[in-house]
Nanobody, 124 residues
Framework: QVQLVESGGGLVQAGGSLRLSCAAS????????MGWFRQAPGKEREFVAT????????FYGDSVKGRFTISTDTPKNTVYLQMNSLKPEDTAAYYC?????????????????WGQGTQVTVSS
């Protein structure tokens, strides 16, 4: 049974940093593309970042480019999202997801497995 468990969310002031973790079980992240999405109240779930399955190429949404970094720790089977220079508009529930589609995948409907999410709140 596949499980993705996010952690690391919390309350932070604008300009601060957080590192989210996504611990995977039931699958090996080295053979999946892994992504982060976020959803603010009343808004659709939006793409944040992804790391591809084989080449480990990374790709970011325009709103987080240059501030967020996605990375993996294969022995720990864990994906991270380092978030720097946080802004109030980054406030959302953040979700980790896994896909078997090859290459860089940004469409949420191409992700098969999802975590339960972790809340990030950025105060001004």
């Amino acid at each position: 049974q596949v499980q993705l468990v996010e952690s690391g969310g919390g309350l932070v002031q604008a300009g601060g940093s957080l590192r989210l973790s996504c611990a995977a079980s039931g699958l090996s992240i080295s053979t999946y593309g892994m992504g982060w999405f976020r959803q603010a109240p009343g808004k659709e779930r939006e793409f944040v970042a992804t790391i591809s399955d084989i080449s480990r190429a990374t790709f970011y949404g325009d709103s987080v480019k240059g501030r967020f970094t996605i990375s993996t720790d294969t022995p720990k089977n864990t994906v991270y999202l380092q978030m720097n220079s946080l802004k109030p508009e980054d406030t959302a529930a953040y979700y980790c997801a896994a896909t078997k589609h090859m290459g860089v995948v940004v469409a949420r409907d191409q992700y098969t497995y999802w975590g339960q999410g972790t809340q990030v709140t950025v105060s001004s």
